[in-house]
């Protein structure tokens, strides 16, 4: 670690000038106005981040947690702006993937035990900051309960609240236009046409809304009864063996699909 520290020289005039921010580099990476006792905590932050980077197969997701921890301690201790550099300098991992720690930290801290087996693409895209609130809620009351959504699962929950909140913002939108144009009405405008107008108007937007909602609503239901028959062949193909085939597709979590997928594309070729 090196140390470079600027001298404070006094001018003509006899007016020492303020210290200039000090520069440590360490590996190549210039830590500029950090004070140096922070820096070797941050040092400390690479060190276990490294280490346990290079064992991340055997502890999946609570991997991801653990380091995004790391990170968030990390971030507050550099200055801004320093971040992202500092991780691809240091670390040598992409900002992609430091956020995606991160993200998993923030979302799954103080729930490792009930994540254990969520596999990561699952995990990551729960955790996402564009996943909507109440889809990070349902996901995490069903890993409470002892269950979890597969990756389809959670991209159709997405899609289904990102549809609701659209609609949502098209009934506000919609409202604030009527009132906009209730207060800019001008002296003798015929009032009566102006509110006929907009209720046409509102009442398209209402139809257009009740036909996305009813769209929804038909996907999910199709989507429920494609389960369905799917459980009740497979319960008619097993028979006593199902139980098997049960604990065997949990096990395999979200690589049972992978392998389905590529068991449908060979017998079709």
């Given at each position: ?7 404070n020289k006094i001018n003509s005039m ?256």
């Open positions: 670690m090196t140390l470079i520290t600027l001298p006899g007016i020492t000038p303020a210290p200039q921010p000090q520069s440590v580099t360490v590996a190549g990476f210039e830590y500029m106005g950090v004070d140096p006792e922070l820096i070797e905590d941050i040092e400390l932050h690479v060190t276990s981040f490294l280490k346990r980077e290079q064992q991340w197969h055997k502890t999946g997701i609570e991997h991801a947690v653990e380091q995004g921890n790391l990170l968030i301690e990390a971030k507050e201790l550099l200055k801004h702006g320093n971040f992202t550099k500092w991780v691809e300098d240091r670390l040598c991992v992409s900002d992609q993937t430091a956020r995606n720690y991160m993200y998993a930290a923030n979302t799954y801290s103080g729930k490792t035990q009930m994540i254990l087996d969520l596999p990561m693409g699952v995990a990551y895209r729960i955790a996402a900051p564009s996943t909507p609130p109440e889809v990070k809620q349902k996901a995490l009351a069903l890993l409470q309960n002892g269950k979890k959504m597969t990756l389809s699962e959670v991209v159709n929950e997405i899609k289904i609240a990102k549809e609701k909140e659209k609609i949502a913002k098209e009934k506000q939108q919609a409202a604030e236009l009527e009132d906009k144009a209730h207060k800019t009405l001008y002296f003798g405008k015929p009032a009566k046409i102006v509110a006929e107008i907009a209720a046409i108007k509102e009442k398209h937007k209402a139809k257009l809304a009740a036909k996305a909602e009813a769209e929804m609503k038909t996907n999910q239901q199709a989507a429920d009864k494609a389960a369905s028959d799917a459980l009740a062949l497979i319960t008619l193909a097993l028979g006593d063996q199902l139980p098997t085939f049960a604990a065997l597709y949990k096990q395999a979590s979200g690589q049972f699909d992978k392998a389905l997928s590529d068991a449908m594309k060979g017998a079709v070729s």
